[in-house]
């Protein structure tokens, strides 16, 4: 019988959108990312790019992780047969899925051929169904076997599994995310990763003036959020010498707007030390007194860099809703003291305005103290 070796095929699709040149940067960059996970596993591997898909020569029970890999749209177990001959496949089929379909199950032979070969994809299918026992239903199937033949190799899988799709992280380069513990900022994280930046995640903290609660929460996030770009760094900043000093200088209605425009100015020269590109927030139109378009205006005033928030047209329950399926959700839930509600009325000011919120700085001498505490921060690798 001809031979056949276990691989894992991984697709890719938006990639391939790109002019000729910036696809193969893009996929050089998902390649490493591939290896990244197999590599992590600690298993023996060889990988090879093949008109536009990826195989991955390894132990398939290995391949789980790779629906964290960005740019990858689904993966399978493959079996490689190094035969394209009709009897070959058949041959193996039959042997292969002895009892694949059980009793009372319906299945669905699936083929694609691409090449010259003496036969259709349709006579595979036909073919293909004739060996494997059970009753064919080409709608609604319980089992599929897909069967694909290529010049002159065959693979023939039964499950494809989704990856996250995306773009391969870092092939858009680097970003500073602003972490806080929450819910939101989490998900703004991943979807700053999910469209290939790799992510810096910048945490300003106020210990000892609040308990280290919310250092514990980022970092467990941070790690979680890690399982999609491998290597991160979380960056501690304490916050509470700015907040006092706001606090003693400024009335209370504009003291998280105050926070913020400190935040970001920190967050850029943070920025500009790790050669980042933009500065990402979980902010989301609206939700918040701090989030009203006049005081997101006040705050973007603060920033040279660009300032994204990809959750700024989303409901709470779709933040929620990706919070829960990347596994972030349940860390974010759990309470703490938030550094930003330090020293803040209920009702803060909706309205800013950018004058007189660049007076009180300037009065209070905020800037100089920010170069201070960004000296301060310390680097967590996770
Ligand atoms: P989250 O769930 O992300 O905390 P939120 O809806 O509670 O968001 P805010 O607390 O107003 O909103 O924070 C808005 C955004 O500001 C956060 O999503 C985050 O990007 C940033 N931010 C807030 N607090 C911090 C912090 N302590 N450190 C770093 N970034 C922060
Ligand atoms: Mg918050």
Redesign the pocket.
Known sequence: MAKAVQEVLVRYGEIFLKSPFVFRQFEKKLVENVARVFKRRGVKFKIRKERGRIFVEAPVSEARELQNVFGVVSFSPVWRLGSVKLKDIKNFCKDKFKGFVKKGETFAVRAKRVGNHNFSSKDLEVEVGKVVRGKVDLSRPQKEIFVEVRENEAYIFTEVFQGPGGLPVSSSGKVV??????????V?SWLAMKRGCQVVF????SFPLVSQK?IEKTKTIVEKLNDYQFNGKLILIP?QKVQQLLKLGAPAKYL?VLY?RS?VRVGQNLAEEEKAKAL?????LG??S??TLPNLAVIDEAAKLPVFRPLIGMDKAEIIDIARKIGTFET?ILPQE???QLFVPKHPATQANVALIKDIEKKVGVQKLEREILKEKREIFV
Request: hydrophobic share 35%.
């Open positions: 995310s602003f972490i806080s513990g929450g819910i939101d900022s989490a703004s910048l945490h300003f903290h919310s916050f998280v913020r935040m990402f927030t979980g902010e989301s939700q918040v701090s989030q974010s938030d550094c930003c």
